[in-house]
T-cell receptor
């Protein structure tokens, strides 16, 4: 079946690193994505990783993929107040479909 | 410049009164999607078009219909909105490479209120 699971909330102090975790069930997923959603806005693609990679780094963002365990994580270094948002994990499966998790709300503490 | 544009941003409709949400894109992408997102839930795929080919999700209610008259535009029609249809509706597009890489570009969404 197709299912993407994430924890719903994460609180992090400004300047610390945030790590958002995700698990998925479809082993045929070829690409996995992280999207960011700010209040009242659509979804913004942050980064993606191909399923034959285990790590991707893009400035403050690091994506780790454990394909064996079907586990994906997003690390945000030096978390800033502007990083406060909901972060969605997503997988692309057959027929150009994209399936989303419920999102993790990241709250930044001063 | 906005690449996926949804109109209106906010829509209020009466219970049972048909409503249409619109989406346009300047990316010339093959695939257009409609997602429904309720509070604290994952965006749920309703259906998508690959060019003119319509792909309905098995659990999408018949109350929801879609039209894609050309590459640039796609419409979501809700024939008889119920209170449970109040949600954010997100339109997205992708190139649809068929190779599994499906970066979707989203519009700002239309928040639908049913009164």
């Amino acid at each position: 079946g197709e299912d993407v699971e994430q924890s719903l909330f994460l609180s992090v102090r400004e300047g610390d690193s945030s790590v958002i975790n995700c698990t998925y069930t479809d082993s045929s997923s070829t690409y996995l994505y992280w999207y960011k959603q700010e209040p009242g806005a659509g979804l913004q693609l942050l980064t993606y990783i191909f399923s034959n990679m285990d790590m991707k780094q893009d400035q403050r963002l690091t994506v780790l993929l454990n394909k064996k365990d079907k586990h994906l994580s997003l690390r945000i270094a030096d978390t800033q107040t502007g990083d406060s948002a909901i972060y969605f994990c997503a997988e692309s499966i057959r027929d150009d479909k994209i399936i989303f998790g419920k999102g993790t709300r990241l709250h930044i503490l001063p | 410049d906005a690449m996926v544009i949804q109109n209106p941003r906010y829509q209020v409709t009466q219970f049972g009164k048909p409503v249409t949400l619109s989406c346009s894109q300047t990316l010339n992408h093959n695939v257009m999607y409609w997602y429904q997102q309720k509070s604290s839930q994952a965006p749920k795929l309703l259906f998508h078009y690959y060019d003119k080919d319509f792909n309905n999700e098995a659990d999408t209610p018949d109350n929801f219909q879609s039209r894609r008259p050309n590459t640039s535009f796609c419409f979501l029609d809700i024939r008889s909105p119920g209170l449970g249809d109040a949600a954010m509706y997100l339109c997205a597009t992708s190139r649809g490479t068929g190779a599994g890489r499906t970066e979707a570009f989203f519009g700002q969404g239309t928040r639908l209120t049913v009164v």
